[in-house]
């Protein structure tokens, strides 16, 4: 995994971005994963087939769809529809549970996270239910620089 | 009709634990038994496809040497939970191309013990300094933190999308599904489990991912599955007794997903199996409505009821009232996993697509015994494997 990953990671176009200048003073954050922007409206972004708009979070060398090889960055909506969800109570080690993960329908566009900011139960977890985009801090490393996750929270009517 | 395809001989082996039978030994017990019940020899096979995920890697030439080296082509097949049925369709394939006459599929696998599949995540902890690494750039584990990797929280999303778009599922409808099956394997001697659940036991067994329950799982077990295929023309020249218990293959079909929008953050396992079931049925020339027994690849009581849509079991989105319509019952109009399905029989993964094709075959010679469902001519099975590869196949009793 490591080396494959190693390389793979150095081809990526749209790297993730530092919040604040690292080995300052304050303290550093980097999202969990490149598709997660950070800064004072935290959004996801896709890339964007410019042939026929299909969108992936992961680069493409030509695209699923349509096989074009070109893509542009397009900010996903940060409220959407949860149209699946599961509710994990048994997963890997180092993995805590019980925890909703789910798909959130974003204007049209699928994206998979957790669903957050509820009791993870049936009765407080809903299909349907609309959810908007939110981050927490992760963990932080040896160097204090903080991992930001994002999930899915309920959106107060 | 000599360029038909037919299964001449098809075994499985028990499933469950063999704590004494490695992956080389499950296969050749299976590949042994299929040979013994086509009344042939590896002389007269052509072509060998093995099938097999946690092995190792070389099942195929491994097997020769506990069965037989004669110098045919050996291809060592990978697909997911599909691969047994890969492994046959290569088989059928090299004979149709016309290469052989004759050839052996096997699918084996050793899973007693492995957990939970699709947990693969591990934490970074050489170096605790964040760097991000693979395609999405991540700088720690992301399973449990975006969603999840695990198969029974992967299906799980699957069943309840379903009822997002259609309605009508709940917790006890898919626990009800997993009642089923585990009734149907109690008729199965094969069977890793043939324990009758009620529905009260099933849903207040251990929560894997909700709505699955562990009952609601495929349970992971040792098994071995292998078939002998053969050419219409071959079975021509071979006796009255061995063309009489011949199963013809008319449908044999391997499908991937095409794109769509979703299936890239949660598999879309519907679309695939759709396709699969329509070339399925426009190539054996028949539809759902002549089918009397189904397996389908209940990997999850969530997975079952998308299938019995996506197999064309019922109207589009009439899944729930199909079910709740008792027909897939052993006892109604569309039996559904009489074998017990993955839930109880039990998913020795490679071995599965090659084993249900045997429990369909098995009811097509009138061979089940107090399971056997009277009077059955034709019938399908299917594999999905995640990724995704899904195969179906329809099998048809012999006119002879």
Redesign the interface.
Known sequence: ??NF??A??NL?TM??KRCTYKGGPMATA??????LVLGDNPHLIARECTGCG??????RNAC??CFATTFSNAPISTTGEL??????????P????P?V???VDCD???????VIGVDPD?DHVA??MKVKLTTYV??T???G?E?I??GFAPLEA | MSDDIWILGITMTKFGKHPDLDTVDLAAQAAMAALADGGVTMADIGVLAAGNLIGGGGLGQQLQKQIGQTGIPVYNVSNACATGATALRTVIMAIKAGECDMGLAVGVEKLSGAG?LG???T?KSDK???E?????????????????N?M???F???G??Y???YGGTS?ELFAKISEKNHSHSTLNPLAAYTKKMSLEQIMGD???????TRPMCSANCDGGAAAVVISGAKLKTLSLEQQRRAVKVSASVLTSDP?S??C???PDVNTLTRMASTQAYEQAGVGPADLDLVELHDCFATAELVHYDNLQLCEQGGAVDFFTSGAPWRDGTMPVNVSGGLQSKGHPISATGIANIWEVCHHLRGEAGDRQIQGARVGLAHVIGLGSACGVHILEKSAA
């Open positions: 995994m490591s990953d190693g793979a990671a990526l790297g993730p980097v999202p969990i994963v490149d598709y299909a969108r992936f979070f992961d680069r699923a769809s149209k699946a969800f599961t509710i994990v109570a048994f997963a890997a180092g993995v805590p549970v925890f993960a789910g798909v049209g566009t699928s994206v998979r996270g957790n049936p299909l349907g992760v963990g490393d040896d160097d620089t991992a996750g994002f | 939970l947990a693969g995540g934490a605790n300094v964040y991000p690494s693979g395609r999405y750039g991540a700088v720690t584990n992301t399973d449990g933190r975006i969603g999840t695990n029974p929280g992967t799980a999303q699957i309840m999308e009822g997002h778009k917790f251990m929560m894997i991912a909700y709505p699955n794109w929008e979703s890239q953050v949660l």
